[in-house]
């Protein structure tokens, strides 16, 4: 194997793999916006198994979301009406959660800077076949991870919740009882339904990449027939 296929292919690699963290990174880092943590807890019908108000569940949820994901945030309440809310547990693992996020917003902005030097180079010096192989390549890796992990939350979710949690948590730090506040304001639908939006949009970002990277080969086709005509 000549060393020009070597580099070729190791360029692939290292094009998929930031194509991969960009789309599944930013795919997660969407779920964290306001309005979607808001909008599905009363659509999933939150207040109501949680025993709580509508608006209490939308504060109490959006102060959850802001610690875990905005540069500022409220302490949680330990109490809330007399009640008990987030005891130091609850917020510990909220904290790694934050950690967690933190890392991979770095990961995906890292990803984006990189891409968009590459792409840039690419696109200057015209080696559009190896832009387009990177991006094919990463949908297909983005759509067969969707697959399998569709595949596993079908065949078992509490399988597959648990083996997510314990690649970035210790054991014994994200379990909490079934009555505590943590749990009642994001159950188990919540964690379903932000599985398959997570999913949607990563398979959306396979489709951008394989429409986009089709483009490239069509604009490669193009100049090679202007040459062509040129040269005639």
């Not at 880092?29 to 709580?52: I, N």
């Not at 596993?152 to 014994?172: Q, R, Y």
Request: aromatic share 10%.
């Amino acid at each position: 194997m000549s060393r020009d296929v070597v580099l070729r292919a190791g360029e692939t690699v290292l094009a998929t793999l930031l194509w991969v963290v960009l789309c599944v990174g930013s795919s997660a880092l969407a779920l964290t916006v306001p309005v979607y943590t808001s909008a599905l807890v009363q659509a999933l019908g939150v207040p109501a198994s949680s025993g709580l108000p509508t608006a209490d569940v939308v504060h109490l949820s959006g102060a959850v979301r802001a610690l875990v994901a905005d540069t500022e945030f409220d302490p949680l309440p330990v109490t809330w009406k007399g009640q008990p809310a987030f005891d130091a547990a609850a917020s510990s693992h909220l904290h790694d959660v934050r950690s967690v996020i933190s890392g991979a917003r770095l990961a995906t902005g890292s990803a984006a800077l990189l891409l968009a030097a590459y792409v840039a180079a690419c696109i200057g010096r015209r080696r559009f076949a190896r832009l387009r192989a990177g991006m094919l390549a990463a949908a297909w890796a983005l759509a067969g991870a969707v697959v399998l992990a569709a595949i596993a939350a079908f065949s078992d979710f509490e399988a597959l919740f648990a083996f997510f949690h314990s690649l970035f948590f210790a054991s014994g730090t994200w379990t909490f009882p079934a009555d505590s506040l943590l749990v009642r304001l994001f159950p188990e639908p919540f964690w379903i339904a932000s599985g398959a939006c997570w999913a949607a949009l990563v398979l959306l970002s396979a489709a951008v990449l394989t429409l986009v990277g089709r483009r490239f080969v069509r604009a490669r086709e193009g100049m090679g027939a202007s040459r062509t005509a040129e040269n005639v």
